[in-house]
């Protein structure tokens, strides 16, 4: 079955302390994302991937961390955590082409003290 | 730039048809998504038209899309309970970030 996880899927922490969320996906995709997901804003893409130690910053990078050592692991590094990064947070793979299919992890939702 | 704009709420009767709207600024976008999401879980990509394309259907899904007013429709014939959920709109462009620009949602109510 295809799919992505994500892990932990809930976290509460404060401020300032690193944290690390864990995506895999076992569809071989070479292009992962990591987007965040606040009410009335809809998601927003913070980094995403094109293959394997190729990341690049999306439209809200700061404060985030990614990388991509293996092409089924994208993980998001949160350095020092901070209460405007409380959000729900979907990690997502793509198989780009004419038959583009994307597969979205079912969601951290991340609590910053 | 970049925009994509949605109602925030639809309610149908079920066995209703329901049009979900979708408006978007960038015209150098390529592909249009529809996107599903139930509580508490990821999105699901429904389906997407390419921008040269006016129409696409899908079982009970029908995409709309006129180029020239930047709309784009979601149509979900015979609603059901099921279909009760948040919709999501995305447009994406062929440069060098393949980026998704999202819509905010629209929540769906089906009303038994």
């Known amino acids: 079955e295809a799919q992505v996880t994500q892990n932990p899927r809930y976290l509460i922490t404060v401020t300032g302390k690193k944290l690390t969320v864990t995506c895999s996906q076992n569809?071989?995709?070479?292009?992962m994302s990591w987007y965040r997901q606040d009410p009335g804003l809809g998601l927003r893409q913070i980094y995403y991937?094109?293959?394997?130690?190729?990341?690049d910053k999306g439209d809200v990078p700061e404060g985030y961390k990614v990388s991509r050592k293996e092409k089924r692991n994208f993980p998001l590094i949160l350095e020092s955590p901070s209460p405007n990064q409380t959000s729900l947070y979907f990690c997502?793979?793509?198989?780009?082409?004419?038959?583009?299919?994307?597969?979205f992890g079912p969601g951290t939702r991340l609590l910053v003290l | 730039g970049e925009d994509v704009e949605q109602s925030l709420f639809l309610s149908v009767r079920e066995g209703d048809s329901s049009v979900i709207n979708c408006t978007y600024t960038?015209?150098?976008?390529?592909?249009l998504y529809w996107y599903k999401q139930e509580p508490g879980a990821g999105l699901q990509l429904l389906t997407y038209?390419?921008?040269?394309?006016d129409m696409k259907q899908d079982q009970r899904l029908t995409v709309l899309l006129n180029k020239k007013d930047k709309h784009l429709s979601l149509r979900i014939a015979d609603t059901q309970t099921g279909d009760s959920a948040i919709y999501f709109c995305?447009?994406?462009?062929?440069?060098?970030?393949?980026?998704?620009?999202f819509g905010s949602g629209t929540r769906l109510l089906v009303r038994p």
């Open positions: 997502a793979s793509r198989n780009l082409g004419e038959q583009e299919t994307q597969y």
């Open positions: 569809m071989n995709h070479e292009y």
């Open positions: 991937s094109m293959n394997v130690e190729v990341t």
């Open positions: 960038d015209s150098s976008s390529t592909y």
């Open positions: 038209i390419f921008s040269n394309m």
């Open positions: 995305a447009e994406t462009f062929m440069d060098s970030s393949y980026k998704l620009i």
